[in-house]
């Protein structure tokens, strides 16, 4: 009986065995994987009036600190199917980076030339920035996170979340399938994503929030917010507003309902299950919400 019992238990632990390695290895991303080479790449660059950064498959995270230059470090990964292929990624290694500047806005391009087949690459950005420049993202495949300190900010990504904090000019984010967060936005804003949440606090400026499938929460905590235009398809949409702010409301759902808190006094317009038109307080901020498969939620801020 104890021969059976381990003569069974050493069949199992191979059978485990060659399913993992024969078959579920194979079909793992190779970013499970220790990377065939990986090295920290830093450069410094002039500041200029606007940064652009260019980035394929990795995380940017931008902070703003003193200085008077743009500081850059790159966590670079290259993954090879095969041990003897590093030489390869070694040498495509070397056209990582490409840096323009025309004087007014410094490019920092990754990747320019395309990349061997075989190959799986990331490239993780940490940079620092002086105070008020502006700064465009391009990235396809990671997150992005904007420190405050920024002047314009704009940041599209196809799988990215995006957060961008205390930003003194206008913000533009966009995503296909990513989560968007605006902290403290002081002027124009416009965030749009596929399949993702938006989060955004307003300071002043306007608003435009647009999702296929995700919610809005809106947070207006000053009464200079001129506008917002929020609209959600298959989400709910929740706005905040502070005691000081006021606003003309134009809430309408689909099949959702629209709830009003009922320290909210909405005047002169329609009250229904799925509507609310009319004013509160003042009428400042020009609020217009629309979900097709959502509720719609008004509240004042408890502080």
Same mark, same amino acid.
């Given at each position: 009986?104890?021969y059976?019992?381990?003569?069974? $238990?050493a069949?199992i632990?191979?059978?485990?065995?060659i399913? $993992?390695?024969?078959?579920?290895?194979?079909?793992l991303?190779?970013e499970v994987?220790p990377p065939?080479?990986?090295?920290?790449?830093?450069?410094t660059?002039p500041? $200029?009036g606007? /940064?652009?950064?260019?980035?394929?498959?990795?995380t940017?995270?931008?902070?703003?600190?003193?200085?008077?230059?743009?500081?850059?470090?790159?966590?670079?990964?290259?993954?090879?199917?095969?041990?003897?292929?590093?030489?390869?990624?070694?040498?495509?290694l070397?056209?990582l980076?490409?840096?323009d500047?025309?004087?007014d806005t410094?490019?920092?391009t990754?990747?320019?030339?395309?990349?061997?087949?075989e190959?799986?690459l990331?490239?993780?950005?940490?940079?620092?920035?002086?105070?008020?420049?502006?700064?465009a993202?391009?990235?396809?495949?990671?997150?992005v996170?904007?420190?405050g300190?920024?002047?314009?900010? %704009?940041?599209?990504?196809?799988?990215?979340?995006?957060?961008?904090?205390q930003a003194?000019?206008?913000?533009?984010?966009?995503?296909?399938?990513?989560r968007?967060?605006?902290v403290? $936005?002081?002027a124009?804003?416009? /965030?749009?994503?596929?399949n993702?949440?938006i989060?955004?606090?307003?300071?002043?400026g306007?608003?435009?929030? %647009?999702?296929?499938?995700g919610a809005i929460i809106?947070?207006?905590l000053?009464?200079?917010?001129t506008a917002?235009? /929020?609209?959600?398809?298959n989400?709910?949409i929740?706005?905040?507003?502070?005691?000081?702010?006021s606003?003309?409301? %134009?809430?309408t759902?689909?099949?959702g309902m629209v709830?009003?808190?009922?320290?909210?006094?909405?005047?002169?317009?329609i009250?229904?299950?799925?509507?609310?038109l009319?004013?509160?307080?003042?009428?400042?901020?020009?609020?217009?919400?629309?979900?097709?498969?959502?509720?719609?939620? /008004?509240?004042?801020?408890?502080?």
């Amino acid at each position: 009986m104890l021969y059976r019992s381990a003569a069974t $238990a050493a069949f199992i632990a191979l059978a485990i065995q060659i399913f $993992a390695v024969g078959i579920l290895a194979p079909r793992l991303p190779r970013e499970v994987c220790p990377p065939g080479v990986q090295k920290l790449h830093s450069m410094t660059l002039p500041a $200029a009036g606007m /940064l652009q950064v260019i980035n394929t498959d990795g995380t940017v995270r931008v902070n703003v600190i003193e200085g008077g230059s743009i500081e850059v470090l790159a966590d670079v990964r290259a993954y090879t199917p095969r041990a003897d292929a590093n030489q390869m990624a070694v040498q495509y290694l070397e056209t990582l980076f490409r840096v323009d500047n025309d004087g007014d806005t410094v490019t920092l391009t990754t990747e320019p030339l395309d990349r061997p087949d075989e190959l799986d690459l990331r490239v993780d950005y940490t940079i620092s920035i002086p105070p008020g420049m502006n700064l465009a993202v391009s990235v396809e495949n990671g997150n992005v996170w904007v420190a405050g300190g920024c002047n314009q900010v %704009s940041v599209e990504g196809n799988n990215a979340d995006i957060e961008i904090t205390q930003a003194a000019g206008a913000v533009n984010a966009k995503s296909t399938n990513g989560r968007i967060r605006v902290v403290d $936005a002081a002027a124009e804003t416009t /965030l749009e994503t596929v399949n993702g949440n938006i989060n955004v606090q307003m300071l002043s400026g306007s608003l435009q929030a %647009s999702t296929i499938t995700g919610a809005i929460i809106t947070r207006l905590l000053e009464p200079g917010v001129t506008a917002c235009d /929020l609209t959600s398809l298959n989400g709910g949409i929740t706005l905040v507003m502070s005691e000081s702010c006021s606003a003309e409301v %134009s809430a309408t759902t689909g099949r959702g309902m629209v709830r009003a808190d009922a320290g909210l006094d909405i005047r002169a317009g329609i009250r229904k299950r799925r509507a609310v038109l009319g004013v509160i307080g003042d009428g400042e901020t020009k609020l217009s919400m629309n979900s097709m498969n959502g509720d719609i939620i /008004l509240q004042r801020s408890a502080s």
